[in-house]
């Protein structure tokens, strides 16, 4: 009895605002979300695994998709690219990521800006669960 | 700037960073972290091995 009346208490828990805090800078700033929950080696190599991999995509001549409703491979391709968070807003602001059909790297490029955003929504939710204690 | 890898190199970057967030996002401490960290990596390396011999054999 105790113990249900422990489990709805802890159902009923508003969110922290380092569980809203965390994601949303961890989107903003790769790593960042682990940074300021004081997980600084962490935080450190998952901006630099995922801020080196956006910007080799970006040197490779990799191409940024925008927001659109067209084909469905474009609007994946634009979400797995905004996950990057700042690079992405980055990268339009300045016109980079217009992409080289005529370079064959350039399709690797595109791809690893692509997986640079998908593995920063992978690293967001890891910050979240950090903020609610699911994960030490 | 422009950086041309080839395929085998890009693999391999790609391997490794993606390895890194895998690693750290996965598991809970810093043991496991490394040593899932390292077989994600083998793994990555290893299709991409095993995957081009398997396209050598079928052009053939």
């Known amino acids: ?136 | 700037m422009t950086i041309t890898l080839n395929h085998f190199g890009a693999a391999t970057v790609f391997a490794l960073f993606a390895s890194i967030v895998f690693g750290i996002t996965h598991r809970e401490t810093t043991r496991d972290m490394i040593r899932y960290g390292i077989y994600c990596f083998a793994m990555f390396l290893g299709g991409v091995i095993v995957a081009g011999w398997a396209m050598w054999l079928l052009r053939r």
């Open chain 1, 1 to 136: 009895m105790a113990n249900s009346t422990a489990e709805k208490a802890k159902v009923a828990e508003p969110v922290s605002t380092m569980a809203v805090l965390a994601p949303a800078i961890g989107w903003l700033i790769p790593g960042a979300g682990h940074m300021i929950q004081k997980r600084w080696i962490r935080g450190v190599l998952l901006f630099i695994s995922i801020v080196t991999l956006f910007l080799l995509g970006l040197a490779m001549q990799g191409r940024i998709y925008k927001a659109n409703g067209g084909d469905i491979l474009d609007i994946l391709g634009f979400v797995g690219d905004v996950g990057a968070g700042a690079l992405y807003i980055i990268t339009l602001a300045m016109d980079w990521g217009t992409g080289a059909i005529q370079l064959a790297t350039a399709d690797y490029g595109t791809k690893f800006m692509i997986v640079a955003g998908l593995l920063n929504f992978i690293a967001m939710a890891d910050a979240y669960h950090i903020a609610i204690g699911k994960k030490q």
